[in-house]
């Protein structure tokens, strides 16, 4: 394998060996009579403009496609000096631009304060804004600013009538057949606010005891029947990773109520909506009795703006109230907005994470409740107190409508109308709204209006450490291929701890691949401080996050890591992706879509799929013939409908049309909708049901022009219809799998026609495989490491091409189809060398020490602590070569980066495996390097916690002991000569 480095050799050479090959596809090259036919037809002028486009955009790609970043603002501690800086080195690097976000954090986890700077929004504040605008005019980078500080929209100007709300109420039992004047007590209320919404009196057939307690073998305790209660009526949250809700359909008649589906306190008749006299008396006449009268009502959830500045701690806003929005956007945002017209810019405004918890009622609820539902909510509200009201299903059902409902109006009063005012100044939503924190929503819905849908993933960390805690990508690209937006951006490289301890080849870049195969294309790095020359170095900090500014140790080196990146985005940016699946996941609430191996429609391996929502199917998926096609270009080939069988029947009149159409659709007999229907629309739900599935249970059947698959198994339907698989593994011992370890996993985009497949590689060793691709015609290797192009070894099989790959640890590459290849094959390894000659280290402020070969200096006790850049200088033989030769020094590790040079080659930045630098050909039998290696802050931060006396660092981040292993830093061998061929 070929893997030498993008700065190897000088440019006047690249016409003859072109930009070195990092990985290099082994083997010959067997065209078939088609991929013969297909590489002698002439392409069109505009096919060639178009795959010239694309190359000059993956070795310089454009500002779109180039990383941006969450700019911290800590306490609002920033200074123009500062901005100006930042603003610079960015721009320097790479970066497209930057998510403004004054904010807090930096005393979690016991960290030290920061200074406060001037609060959000204050003239003050202002200044610095509009200064940071200015400077980002200058310098072509593009603003997206966060419209609060920190995030659960809201903030000191919030008053308990704009504040989120929650259901509240207080119960008594009377016993009935006499008349009786009753005081109510005043339900629970926070800040001093309560809305009466209706005192309900109802008979308890069974008693005062609640139902659940009922039960013998599956006893609930109260306090989980009571927590369980608030998530379903929408009053809280259920967990922090987007975790599966299903289960709140479930009516429990087939657990707590299976001997009896009728149970119920009292039906839905039975509830009787008092008078409530203004001195809290009630006047009550009720048949003999047991009876509960219930005042219920509504009050503060007392959700706070999160991590906020310090001067900027508030109530949270009511998201399901386009008012409450209105009055913070007139007061807040509007003003920032009017004074940054002069600039150009600030083109998005943003939002972050859902972390307010539950919210459940607002001044309207009950009209919009009518107006969606269809009945009135107001006899169903003792459910929200525990009570069973006309049967299990019902009140099941009537929750279920209590979430949609809330779920319709956070899209329609907040989010919706957030992009609308954005619209306003000719701004665009930037809004992180899906999640993670399972709240009452419907997350796709919430991206609708989105400019920039986003969503968020982690690197490795204690805090969250598993795959399904980390990402949750796959909600963002679903949403813009159903919405049809271009960017499915993430917050990304997320962490809380240990600090600057992410290693660039080894945890940043394996995170980052697998976000682009879950469906990322623009990386939002979480996140990068603004921190003054006065806070030292490496600075203030926020608690969590990967740090990314200039005091990191790697900045100065760090170029061809962000290259990297914005090549990766670019490619994933062109054309549209390629989904065959579309799974339809329900209209309940919660409701999201977590990372790709969840795989809730069972499509994989070898397919890969696109998530929607009830509003994306309606309203912007149209049915051409057998597919469905996505605003975004998308083209799906199977509808799989939820395993919980639960839909609208307006969902299941559009199956009927895609059916008649030619369509395919995989799913066992829906069984009901959703929420509480009519008993018209029950019927005609039944009706078609059994018409398009004739009760099946496995098996396929045609209707009308299309075929019902009926099965939860949309990978055993993908076969029937005889779909080559996208990605199939044709020989090497290699699985195929969406996960961080131990797997090859791939996405795939077309562009102009073309195929364009990015495959990474999650081994921590060098792997041979070959794969087969569902695309035809000449393959290339676009190396987004070091911007090198290759012919890739490869040969047609019918519909699709064999390509054979050779990546090292965690290595990745893009394959491309254009219509026909003029490129060359890759050098050719041919034989190793080892190394013959002297090393020495030099060490800032130490003794330099010669060693036999290289090793990390933290195996020296004097060294270990040492953070920065150290010089490892050689003096070796030079080995010998022959006529097109030339020669890589190998090594196996280096931590982090490293930049070498010599008197014989153009310096060269190594950032990842494999490690070599490449030297075309030697002006001596000696060769002279230097390899200044730079490694990471966290071992300086270990020293100076364990002895500060001898500090030599100044940030407000804390070290724990847990954290204080030290990290391998430098260059270690074996180093070894590997003599490469040009072809």
Not at 355 to 366: A, K, L, Q, S
Not at 649 to 663: N, T
């Amino acid at each position: 394998m070929f893997a030498p480095l993008r700065l190897s050799f000088k440019p006047n050479n690249l016409e003859r060996i072109g930009m070195f090959l990092r990985q290099m596809i082994a083997a010959t090259i067997v065209f078939t009579f088609s991929l013969v036919s297909y590489s002698q037809t002439a392409s069109s002028p505009s096919q060639e403009d178009s795959i010239s486009r694309l190359r000059a955009g993956f070795r310089n790609p454009p500002q779109q496609a180039r990383l941006r970043c969450y700019w911290w603002w800590l306490n609002g501690n920033t200074d123009k000096p500062t901005i100006r800086h930042d603003l610079e080195q960015m721009k320097e690097k790479g970066f497209g631009g930057v998510l403004l976000v004054d904010a807090g954090g930096a005393t979690q986890n016991g960290n030290a304060s920061v200074p406060a700077g001037p609060r959000f929004g204050s003239p003050a504040w202002t200044e610095l804004y509009l200064y940071a605008l200015q400077e980002a005019d200058r310098l072509g980078l593009e603003v997206t600013l966060n419209i609060q500080s920190g995030w659960n929209l809201g903030g000191p100007g919030v008053t308990p009538q704009d504040a989120a709300k929650l259901l509240t109420f207080a119960a008594i039992d009377v016993q009935g057949g006499s008349a009786q004047d009753l005081h109510l007590p005043l339900p629970p209320a926070a800040n001093n606010f309560y809305r009466d919404i209706a005192v309900l009196a109802y008979p308890l057939h069974h008693g005062a005891a609640f139902a659940i307690t009922k039960t013998d073998s599956q006893a609930i305790s109260p306090a989980s029947y009571e927590h369980m209660l608030r998530v379903r009526s929408a009053a809280s949250e259920f967990g922090m990773s987007m975790e599966d809700t299903a289960f709140l359909l479930d009516d429990d008649t087939s657990t707590t109520f299976k001997a009896d589906p009728t149970f119920a306190d009292a039906s839905v008749a039975e509830v009787h909506v008092l008078n409530l006299r203004t001195d809290g008396f009630v006047h009550i006449q009720l048949p003999a009795g047991t009876w509960e009268i219930l005042r219920v009502g509504y009050t503060n959830s007392g959700a706070r703006v999160s991590t906020s500045s310090d001067t900027w701690k508030g109530l949270a806003i009511d998201y399901l109230s386009s008012h409450a929005f209105d009055h913070y956007w007139d007061q807040n945002v509007k003003p920032l907005l009017i004074a940054a017209k002069p600039y150009h810019s600030l083109k998005y405004l943003a939002t972050d994470s859902w972390e307010v918890g539950g919210m459940n009622w607002t001044e309207d609820f009950r009209e919009e409740f009518e107006k969606n539902r269809g009945y009135d909510p107001i006899p169903y509200l003792p459910v929200i107190a525990g009570r069973i009201i006309g049967n299990p299903s019902v009140s099941t059902r009537f929750l279920t409508d209590m979430r949609r409902t809330v779920a319709d109006l956070i899209v329609k009063q907040h989010y919706d109308h957030f992009a609308a005012r954005a619209a306003e100044f000719g701004l665009g939503a930037q809004a992180e709204s899906g999640g993670p924190h399972v709240a009452p929503l419907d997350a796709l819905e919430t991206f609708r209006r989105s400019a920039v849908p986003q969503t968020e993933f982690w690197a490795q960390n204690n805090h969250r450490r598993n795959d399904r805690n980390r990402y949750f990508v796959k909600e963002s690209a679903s949403a813009a291929d159903i919405y049809g937006q271009p960017y499915a951006a993430a917050e990304g490289e997320t962490s809380i701890g240990p600090q600057w301890s992410e290693s660039l080849s080894e945890d940043l870049k394996p995170s980052f691949d697998m976000a682009v195969t879950e469906g990322m294309n623009r990386l939002v790095w979480h996140e990068f401080t603004s921190s003054p020359a006065s806070a030292g170095v490496p600075g203030q900090e926020y608690f969590a996050g990967t740090h990314l500014n200039p005091n990191v140790t790697w900045w100065n080196v760090g170029g061809p890591f962000f290259d990297y990146l914005n090549r990766v985005q670019f490619m994933m940016q062109q054309g549209h992706a390629v989904r065959d699946v579309l799974y339809f996941y329900g209209d309940q609430t919660p409701n999201f879509v977590r990372l790709k191996a969840d795989d809730p429609a069972h499509v994989l391996p070898g397919y890969d799929y696109d998530v929607t929502n009830e509003d994306a199917l309606l309203r912007t998926i149209h049915i051409e013939g057998e597919e469905l096609l996505g605003p975004s270009g998308v083209r799906w080939k199977l509808l799989v409908l939820p395993p919980t069988r639960r839909l609208s029947l307006p969902v299941l009149q559009f199956v009927q049309r895609y059916l008649k159409a030619g369509g395919h659709i995989a799913s066992l007999p829906p069984a009901s909708a959703t929420g509480n229907v009519p008993e018209a629309e029950k019927n005609k739900f039944d009706q078609l049901s059994a018409q398009i599935w004739n009760h099946c249970h496995d098996g396929v059947h045609r209707y009308l022009k299309g075929m019902v698959y009926c099965t939860a198994d949309a990978h055993a339907a993908l076969q029937q219809m005889e779909m080559t698989p996208d990605v199939e593994l044709a020989s090497g011992d290699i699985r195929i799998a969406a996960a961080s370890s131990n797997t090859i996993d791939w996405v795939h985009r077309i562009v102009d026609g073309r195929s364009i497949y990015f495959i990474r590689s999650a081994y921590g060793e060098e792997k041979k495989f070959s794969l087969y691709l569902r695309a035809q015609g000449a393959a290339e290797l676009w190396d987004p490491v070091t911007g090198e192009i290759y012919s890739a070894s490869m040969q047609v099989t019918g519909d699709r091409t064999r390509v054979d790959l050779q990546l090292p640890a965690f290595g990745s590459i893009c394959i491309v189809f254009p219509e026909r290849s003029t490129t060359q094959s890759a050098p050719t390894k041919v034989r190793e060398e080892a190394t013959e000659g002297s090393w020495q280290l030099k060490v800032p402020g130490k003794v330099a020490l010669s060693l036999d070969k290289p090793e990390f200096w933290t195996e020296r006790n004097e060294l270990r602590f040492f953070s920065g850049t150290a010089t490892y200088q050689a003096n070796l033989h030079a080995p010998r070569l022959a006529s097109g030769e030339f020669a890589c020094l190998h090594t196996s590790q280096i931590h982090e980066v490293a930049r070498f040079h010599s008197d014989d080659q153009d310096p060269a930045i190594v950032w990842t495996d494999p490690y070599q630098y490449c030297i075309r050909e030697f002006k001596s039998d000696r060769v002279h390097l230097s390899i200044d290696v730079t490694n990471l802050w966290h071992n300086r931060l270990v020293g100076d916690a364990m002895d500060p006396a001898q500090r030599s660092t100044h940030t407000n981040i804390v070290i724990p002991p847990a954290d204080r292993s030290l990290l391998p830093s430098g260059l270690s061998g074996p180093v070894t000569w590997w003599i490469y061929r040009i072809p």
